[in-house]
């Protein structure tokens, strides 16, 4: 079987979705990588005049297939290039990548460049979808065919306000949409199941309105499943599981989940994309979120080290947010309306990197105390609020060259380095060759209040801070990591 592919076919392609072809863009625009485009030039001219010469070793080669293709690769790449940038903003997972708890944001708390699907923000729902209406999930079609501005959903709230902010005063307009369902495990979210593939089409018809609007999409994907059931047993079942380990956890997410939205976003834009994917820590434990046995400390810790590990280039850890405690809700697993709404913001920022979190750069022993450096001047945190049940939680663990975990007196900042933090552990007897200082993951007892539910951290950076709509200061607080 032959395939014929020529440039014409090729400077063609691409009509968005008001039928203003890639020349079309490059024509509008006047000057594409340095080159000057006038509106006399045919599709052909510019499309060779922007594929830098590529269309004269096109002539000669023996493949005009993938010559073809080559051109088409580096005259689209150097269009798009040209183009505004609009941040393409996804979440993906269970019901904290969706919409719920009180409503706190109004019409005129929204940016005037922040859009969405013409069905609106998902609102949350246990339900199954069944009505196609705007409020059930998985996103109906119909509900995905154009760009309108961002308005607040009615009864609950969205993190969409929050990180389109973010975006808006960064000067990029955003797109905000969000995919998942609600107290499934990982297994249920992976490529062929009906959630993803909704995602799947989701960033297909994202992508094509930015561009019909004259953008250039940048992907901001955002992972939260808080339950982080791998669902090891393959059933769907995330109550009767035992603790998903830290290796289950790694398979399902970066060796099957991430990979499918890295090569979901990339169909969608025509170009190899690899992330980063940006990862929330895990918020409500393993294997179960209803208080029984399997929520356990030990299953939470399980995918805070894989979280840890699994951090790359590709696979970014979002802050452990102390922050947010105050804003649990009363089902003690998902914030509440102003807990969404600043999640969205400090999402956003961390995403665009317009925070960087304090990094643990060292520790040492010090006579009775452990010395930890960072790589910024850093605090603890004033978010933490009184009655929290957080008295005796440091948001560190300190384990011993045994593996033993060694308690924890006092963290207080140093008196003579901003970058450092003091820790007074029970012993410091047996911190010598292997032993580990964690920060930002879980510690201490599982009380059954709010406050254990969430991954913590008190060290925060000082300098390089951001500020919410509301004027709030965001708390550049530390990822989990351990030294």
Not at 120 to 136: H, K, L
Request: with cysteine.
């Amino acid at each position: 079987m032959s395939v014929t592919v020529n440039r014409r076919a090729v400077s063609m392609s691409g009509r968005g979705l008001r039928g203003e072809s890639y020349a079309d863009q490059a024509r509008r625009l006047g000057s594409v990588a340095g080159v000057t485009i006038t509106p006399d030039m045919t599709d052909q001219e510019v499309m060779d005049a922007v594929g830098n010469g590529i269309a004269a070793d096109a002539e000669l080669a023996s493949n005009e297939a993938v010559a073809a293709a080559a051109l088409a690769t580096t005259a689209l790449t150097n269009i798009e290039a040209a183009l505004a940038v609009m941040d393409l903003i996804i979440y993906f997972g269970q019901s904290l990548t969706l919409s719920r708890s009180p409503q706190v944001t109004l019409a005129a708390n929204i940016v005037p460049d922040a859009y969405t699907f013409n069905g609106g923000p998902e609102a949350f729902n246990f339900n199954q979808p069944t009505s196609g209406n705007s409020i059930s999930w998985p996103i109906p079609p119909a509900n995905m065919t154009s760009m309108v501005p961002l308005v607040p959903l009615v009864g609950v709230e969205s993190l969409a306000a929050g990180a389109c902010y973010q975006s808006h005063i960064a000067g990029r307009p955003s797109f905000f949409c969000s995919f998942g369902i609600g107290a499934q495990s990982a297994r249920q979210l992976r490529e062929g199941n009906l959630y993803f593939e909704n995602l799947k089409y989701g960033v297909q018809c994202a992508v094509k309105l930015i561009r019909a609007a004259g953008y250039r999409p940048n992907p901001i994907i955002i992972w939260a499943h808080g339950n982080a059931d791998a669902d090891q047993a393959d059933d769907g079942n995330i109550y009767d599981n035992t603790e998903t380990s830290s290796a289950d956890y790694q398979t399902a997410t970066k060796g099957k989940i991430f990979p499918s939205i890295c090569r979901a976003v990339s169909f969608a834009l025509g170009q190899v994309w690899t992330g980063p994917i940006w990862v929330e820590p895990l918020l409500t434990g393993a294997g179960d979120h209803s208080g029984t046995p399997q929520q356990t400390i030990t299953g939470r810790r399980n995918i805070n080290a894989a979280q840890v590990a699994m951090q790359s280039a590709q696979i970014r850890l979002l802050p452990s947010w102390s922050q947010f405690v105050a804003h649990a809700a009363v089902d003690l697993t998902h914030p509440d309306g102003q807990g969404y709404r600043y999640r969205g913001e400090l999402h956003s920022a961390y995403a665009r990197q317009d925070l960087v979190p304090p990094k643990m750069l060292s520790k040492a022993v010090s006579g009775a105390t452990v010395v930890v450096t960072f790589d910024q001047p850093v605090r603890i945190s004033t978010r933490i609020p009184a009655g929290s049940g957080l008295t005796g939680v440091y948001g560190f663990e300190i384990y011993d060259n045994t593996g033993a975990s060694v308690p924890i007196t006092s963290v207080v900042p140093s008196g003579s380095n901003p970058a450092q933090i003091i820790i007074t552990p029970a012993t410091v007897a047996n911190l010598t060759g292997p032993w580990v200082v964690r920060n930002g993951q879980q510690q201490g007892p599982d009380t059954g209040t709010a406050a254990t539910y969430f991954p913590r951290t008190f060290v925060v950076g000082e300098v390089d801070v951001g500020i919410a709509e509301d004027g709030t200061v965001m708390e550049n607080a530390s990822i989990s990591q351990e030294n």
